[in-house]
Antibody, heavy 119, light 107 residues
Framework: QVTLKESGPALVKPTQTLTLTCTFS??????????VSWIRQPPGKALEWLAR???????FYSTSLKTRLTISKDTSKNQVVLTMTNMDPVDTATYYC???????????WGQGTLVPVSS | DIQMTQSPSSLSASVGDRVTITCRAS??????LSWYQQIPGKAPKLLIY???SLQSGVPSRFSGSGSETDFSLTISSLQPEDFATYYC?????????FGQGTRLEIK
């Protein structure tokens, strides 16, 4: 059974760095073709893809946010970590991690974690 | 980045209706197009991938079509649980993008 779960802070202050962890089970990120992405959704707005890491440690970032994002993986812990620097209130959103396998559509999603950005 | 434009942005329909949502890409994306359903407060759910392939477990009343730049999602006979927001997503480019969403409401 494939599951993913996001974890992170309850609140972030402007200018701080956000660190999110996606902990997953039911698959291995060392398996050929496996990928994990981060996607966010501001309240009442559309989905926005942020970053992806592949089984071979290839990494891809949103064009508009790439200077602020870093994605990494710990295969032994079944975790993917996303950091986003210089947080702003407009970054308030639910952050999801999602899996894809030999593709770039997302077949399994975490439940999401809401990250408010406020002073 | 490739822009994905959905229409309409919102739609009112009744149980049993046939509805179609369209998605247009700003450049050709072959068949690298997926559709998701999102119920408020929940994570998106994959419905269709590769433009027209039905994800396992998704009811057959959902279907997808199209290629290159123009795509559509059709629900053949709306059920009460289908009232939700629908998103298209392209994966032709490594910089993945979603449409702005189509909210399907009960008439």
């Amino acid at each position: 059974q494939v599951t993913l779960k996001e974890s992170g802070p309850a609140l972030v202050k402007p200018t701080q760095t956000l660190t999110l962890t996606c902990t997953f089970s039911g698959f291995s990120l060392s398996t050929n073709g496996m990928r994990v992405s981060w996607i966010r959704q501001p309240p009442g707005k559309a989905l926005e893809w942020l970053a992806r890491i592949d089984w071979d440690d290839d990494k891809f970032y949103s064009t508009s946010l790439k200077t602020r994002l870093t994605i990494s993986k710990d295969t032994s812990k079944n975790q993917v970590v996303l950091t986003m620097t210089n947080m702003d209130p407009v970054d308030t959103a639910t952050y999801y991690c999602a899996r894809s396998h030999h593709s770039t559509y997302f077949d399994y999603w975490g439940q999401g974690t809401l990250v408010p950005v406020s002073s | 980045d490739i822009q994905m434009t959905q229409s309409p942005s919102s739609l009112s329909a009744s149980v049993g209706d046939r509805v179609t949502i369209t998605c247009r890409a700003s450049q050709t994306i072959s068949s690298y197009l997926s559709w998701y359903q999102q119920i408020p407060g929940k994570a998106p759910k994959l419905l269709i991938y590769a433009a027209s392939s039905l994800q396992s477990g998704v009811p057959s009343r959902f279907s997808g079509s199209g290629s290159e730049t123009d795509f559509s999602l059709t629900i053949s006979s709306l059920q009460p649980e289908d009232f939700a927001t629908y998103y298209c997503q392209q994966s032709y480019s490594n910089s993945i993008t979603f449409g702005q969403g189509t909210r399907l409401e009960i008439k």
